[in-house]
T-cell receptor, first 113, second 114 residues
Framework: DQQVKQNSPSLSVQEGRISILNCDYT??????FLWYKKYPAEGPTFLIS?????DKNEDGRFTVFLNKSAKHLSLHIVPSQPGDSAVYFC????????????FGTGTSLTVIP | ETGVTQTPRHLVMGMTNKKSLKCEQH?????MYWYKQSAKKPLELMFV???????ENNSVPSRFSPECPNSSHLFLHLHTLQPEDSALYLC?????????????FGPGTRLTVL
């Protein structure tokens, strides 16, 4: 059973607007979350992370929000740029499971110029 | 060359073939990983190595055999694969085997088993 879910396989956003990518998880023991970005023919690259002791982490145009009670996290990209078009993966891990990261299936973001 | 590299980038093999995937990291990391990504499925962790010792094997069939001769290189030896093994195989590395250590991925090998 999938422990990390990204229910939207794709998302299209106009350049300059906000992109919101969502991720839900089922394991309440998860305490560390990451977002990866993947361009075609390349491996995933780390984008931003958040620990469960925080509910928000910001890095430039990228902000990740964590709602522990809802077991939900989201990635906001503001303003969206055409170069942000990629597949975004959410991943989660728990301290008591060592270094096992559980990944979502990804959301393909297209930013329209 | 920097980062994590993987060769070959594409591989087509028959079910009776034996082939190997190679991963090399130039980051000075101590932990390396093999992941499998099948179509429309999440990344699945296959193997974890720390300081050249295998520390995790996620119930992977024996037709996949990993090898880590040193902390910079990781191989995945393949033999008598099945068509359902066709997938993108990603290698990753991290500084150490810590819960919150960021993993750096290679570009992957796209494997097709006929």
């Amino acid at each position: 059973d999938q422990q990390v879910k990204q229910n939207s396989p794709s998302l299209s956003v106009q350049e300059g607007r906000i992109s919101i990518l969502n991720c839900d998880y089922t394991n309440s023991m998860f305490d560390y979350f990451l977002w990866y970005k993947k361009y075609p023919a390349e491996g995933p690259t780390f984008l931003i992370s958040i620990s469960s002791i925080k509910d928000k982490n910001e890095d430039g145009r990228f902000t990740v929000f964590l709602n522990k009670s809802a077991k939900h996290l989201s990635l906001h990209i503001v303003p969206s740029q055409p170069g942000d078009s990629a597949v975004y993966f959410c991943a989660a891990s728990a301290t008591n499971t060592g270094n096992q990261f559980y990944f979502g299936t990804g959301t393909s973001l297209t930013v329209i110029p | 060359e920097t980062g994590v590299t993987q060769t070959p980038r594409h591989l087509v093999m028959g079910m009776t073939n034996k082939k190997s995937l190679k991963c090399e990291q130039h980051l000075g990391h101590n932990a390396m990983y093999w992941y499998k990504q099948s179509a429309k499925k999440p990344l699945e962790l296959m193997f974890v190595y720390s300081l050249e010792e295998r520390v995790e094997n996620n119930s992977v069939p024996s037709r996949f055999s990993p090898e880590c001769p040193n902390s910079s290189h990781l191989f995945l030896h393949l033999h008598t694969l099945q068509p359902e093994d066709s997938a993108l195989y990603l290698c990753a590395s991290s500084q150490d085997l810590l819960e919150q250590d960021t993993q750096y991925f290679g570009p992957g090998t796209r494997l097709t088993v006929l």
